[in-house]
């Protein structure tokens, strides 16, 4: 069913080349739609393969992107020019997936962690039309005391490049020590974050869940009770304030973040399956056109 993944590059708004991997379904296979991912702070899409590799499996095609100054697209190690620049990357890419995609096809976002908090933060501004949105432990809220938001604050005033450690304990990822062992082997992974991007995930949380209530996306929220990384009560304020005819909120109790990593990750894809197929009908769409310049094909 699924074709060999695909790395091009995509120049963006802002002129830098940001890495985007497709893994489109073979010619022909019926297609419930179109998966952006959107992967998490210090970390690369290379390491959703095996979600991309499900998600082809239940049909649909899937891309996703390193984001600016991740992996293997362009920035110093976790940096961050703009205060909008993940935004602005986002609806670009966004772009240039439906001049790509078959229009009869939903596009659905899927976001981790900060992956998580930028997509819903672009659907809260209704920058793009997305038709459905995944939040997997989304940071919504870090945690941060009233001291450290000030020091944030302050520091992303006068020096708002400045790059310190990111805080992530690797040992928190998973319960699995195979995913933890490997990401801390990983060369595209790093633990830089600058006060800007500090910045941006303090303040872009709030406003999310102050916008919950007027949400009307269809959206899927699964949130880990043992989150050491983002506070789990981001997502319940987001899900408690957000209208329930849109969004679907599911905790895992005993997981920690990663929650596609867990050594129990069978129920977290059991609900995403069921979310998915449920809503998204597949389509055939027939035999697959040439490809566009940069490597995507151009329906998926």
Partial sequence: MTSDSTLS????????????????????WPTRGVVLLVHGLGEHVGRYMHVADRLNQWGFSVRGYDQYGHGESAGIRGELPTDDQLLTDLA??????????????????????????????????????????????????VGMTVVQKALTASLYRVAPQARVANGVDARFLSHDHAVVDAYRDDPLVHDRISARLAHFIATAGPAVIKRAPRWKVPTLLLYAGQDRLVRAAGSRAFASAAPAEWVTAQDFPMHYHELFNELESAPVFEALHDWLVSRFPPIVLGEASEPMPGGAPSHF
Avoid: E, Q
């Avoid at 590059?9 to 022909?28: I, K, M, N």
């Fill in 9 to 28: 590059h995509f120049a963006s708004a802002h002129g830098d080349a940001l890495a985007l991997h497709d893994w489109p379904l073979s010619a022909g």
């Fill in 92 to 141: 670009a890419v966004i772009d240039d997936t439906r001049i790509r995609m078959d229009d009869r096809l939903p596009l659905i976002l899927l976001g981790h962690s900060l992956g998580g908090l930028v997509a819903a933060r672009l659907v809260s501004l209704k920058l793009r039309r997305v038709d459905a949105l995944v939040l997997s432990s989304p940071s919504l809220d």
